[in-house]
């Protein structure tokens, strides 16, 4: 199983910053950083799939989840 592909991250807030402050941010982590070498016999979509998905193996997939 890989680690969830969202990160947390926690800036700095200085006292006398001008603007106000966004206390928590987030960014997201592509899967093919966690995998070291591609496994055989890896799992595969189908073709349809695949393309609609961008990738061919669902190890490899990384949705986007848009903030607006």
Known sequence: MLPSQEKVWYPFIGPF???P???MKTYSTPPQLYIQFQP???PQFSPMEA??????????Y????SKC
Not at 51 to 60: E, F, I, Q, R, S
Not at 62 to 65: E, G, N, Q, T
């Open 17 to 19: 910053d001008p603007c």
């Open 21 to 23: 402050p966004i206390r």
């Open 40 to 42: 055989m016999n890896l």
């Open 51 to 60: 393309l609609k998905l961008g990738t061919l193996w669902p190890m490899l």
């Open 62 to 65: 990384s949705p986007y989840d």
